[in-house]
């Protein structure tokens, strides 16, 4: 069974770094992306970083050249670095795996950029 589970949130102040992590257990096959969204409070889900499998990695405007996300090459486990936080980052953070057959989401992670 595949699981997801992220590491790595908590509170931070502005201009601060955080890093998550995602931790796959389980097979994986038919991987076409993975990454990370995010939720902020009252706010719909939204896209964070993804990275093609074989490909490239997208990244959301809003966090361009502040977040880089790195993987190992088996894709058992995929970071976020997320450097010179901004209130606004405050959300919830969740990583993902899509596969041909399914999508795979962990638990969520806590981040909160706050004074």
């Known amino acids: 069974q595949v699981q997801l589970v992220e590491s790595g949130g908590g509170l931070v102040q502005p201009g601060g770094s955080l890093r998550l992590s995602c931790a796959v257990s389980?097979?994986?096959?038919?991987?076409?992306?993975m990454g990370w969204y995010r939720r902020a409070p009252g706010k719909q889900r939204d896209m964070v970083a993804s990275?093609?499998?074989?490909?490239?990695?997208q990244y959301a405007e809003r966090v361009k050249g502040r977040f880089t996300m790195s993987r190992d090459n088996a894709g058992n486990t995929f970071d976020l670095q997320m450097n010179s936080l901004k209130p606004e980052d405050t959300a919830v953070y969740f990583c993902?795996?899509?596969?041909?057959?399914?999508?795979?989401w962990g638990q969520g992670t806590q981040v909160t950029v706050s004074a």
């Open positions: 993902y795996v899509d596969t041909v057959r399914r999508e795979y």
């Open positions: 389980g097979t994986l096959s038919g991987i076409n992306n």
């Open positions: 990275y093609a499998w074989g490909g490239g990695t």
